[in-house]
């Protein structure tokens, strides 16, 4: 019975280089983004994290990460002549323009989006443990006073005729459910419409 011969094929040399190259490039930038903020070169950090974040992000809970227990969503609508628009999510957008082109800013714009968010989420608590809060309550708060900025300065309505704008905030909660599946419940909060004054 004929033994069976085996292959005699080999990777060519170019193409393990290239995959160990790409192996240690990708190894030392996950490095890099744990341990080379105080060492590194700044430009060197600001490739590093547009690589890393958000698909090889890394933090010492890899092992056993903790459930995220809720994530915040800042939303607003405007009202103009031709009447209310539909909610908007531009953190939303700017993450799916950072999923496009890992190398832009969009990342930087989604973590501004989230911190306003978790502002916006703790005006709401803040606003709620005073006995018979005033439109002035929420609308003087730092988080909405951002929030109007960017709606009035930097969206897609800047250069229309806003009549009256609300902001508000998606909230999806996480929690385990009675057999240990991790299950998730959407809230949304509204703060009181705004007019401007002309």
Do not use: C
């Not at 094929?9 to 790409?22: D, E, H, N, T, V």
């Not at 009202?79 to 190398?103: A, I, K, V």
């Not at 911190?115 to 606003?127: P, R």
């Not at 909230?171 to 401007?196: C, R, S």
């Amino acid at each position: 019975m004929p033994v069976q011969n085996s292959s005699s094929y080999r990777l060519p040399p170019a193409i393990l280089w290239i995959i160990i190259l790409g192996f240690s490039l990708h190894f030392f930038s996950v490095l890099g983004y744990q341990f080379g903020n105080e060492v590194l070169p700044k430009k060197l950090n600001v490739i590093i994290d547009r690589y890393s974040v958000p698909w090889f992000y890394q933090n010492y809970y890899m092992f056993a990460p903790d459930p995220t227990y809720h994530i915040n969503s800042f939303i607003y609508r405007v009202e103009t002549d031709s009447g209310w628009s539909d909610w908007q999510e531009p953190g939303l957008e700017e993450l799916n323009r950072h999923w496009q082109n890992r190398f832009g800013n969009s990342s930087d714009m989604y973590d501004m989006f989230y911190g306003l968010s978790n502002a916006l989420f703790d005006g709401i608590i803040f606003v709620n443990f005073i006995d018979n809060p005033t439109d002035e309550n929420w609308f003087s708060l730092p988080a909405h006073n951002a929030a109007e900025r960017y709606i009035k300065k930097n969206s897609t309505y800047a250069d229309a005729e806003i009549l009256s704008f609300q902001v508000g905030v998606k909230t999806e909660h996480h929690f385990f459910d009675n057999e240990l599946h991790i299950q998730k419940k959407e809230v949304f909060q509204k703060y009181p419409i705004k007019t401007i004054q002309r």
